[in-house]
C-alpha cells in the first residue's frame, strides 16, 4: 500500500478553479491512480482516473472542465478543475490501486463551491 495526502482543496465562487494534488510515499508509476468524491449524505463515486500506462477517464459530469495528471517522477497525481459549480461541492479523495494489493485512501480535502 501507499500513503497519500491531499492538497488543494477550499471554498471557491462558481465558475471559478482549483487544483487539487496528491501526493504518494514512495513511487506511484505501477499504480492506477483516482480521484473520488463524496458529497454528504452521498456515497463516494468516481471523479477522474489514470492508468500506470498513462491513460485517463472522467466521469460525465465533470468532462471538459476537470483534468487529471500524473507526475510519477515526483510521485504525485493533480486534478485541475474549471467551471466549477456547486454541485462539485464534496469531499475528494485520493486513491492508488494496483493488483494484489488493498486500495490505498488518502484523508481527503473539502472543496466548497458557493458564491
Known amino acids: 500500500q501507499v500513503q497519500l495526502v491531499e492538497s488543494g482543496g477550499g471554498l471557491v465562487r462558481p465558475g471559478g478553479s482549483l487544483r487539487l494534488s496528491c501526493a504518494a510515499a514512495?513511487?506511484?508509476?505501477?499504480?492506477?491512480m483516482g480521484w473520488y468524491r463524496q458529497a454528504p449524505g452521498k456515497q463516494r463515486d468516481l471523479v477522474a482516473q489514470?492508468?500506470?500506462?498513462?491513460?485517463?477517464g472522467y466521469a460525465d459530469s465533470v468532462k471538459g472542465r476537470f483534468t487529471i495528471s500524473r507526475d510519477n517522477a515526483k510521485n504525485t497525481v493533480s486534478l485541475q478543475m474549471n467551471s466549477l459549480k456547486p454541485e462539485d461541492t464534496a469531499v475528494y479523495y485520493c486513491?492508488?490501486?494496483?493488483?494484489?494489493?488493498?486500495?490505498?485512501w488518502g484523508q481527503g480535502t473539502q472543496v466548497t463551491v458557493s458564491s
Open positions: 489514470t492508468s500506470s500506462d498513462g491513460s485517463t
Open positions: 514512495k513511487s506511484i508509476s505501477r499504480y492506477s
Open positions: 486513491k492508488a490501486n494496483r493488483l494484489f494489493e488493498p486500495p490505498s
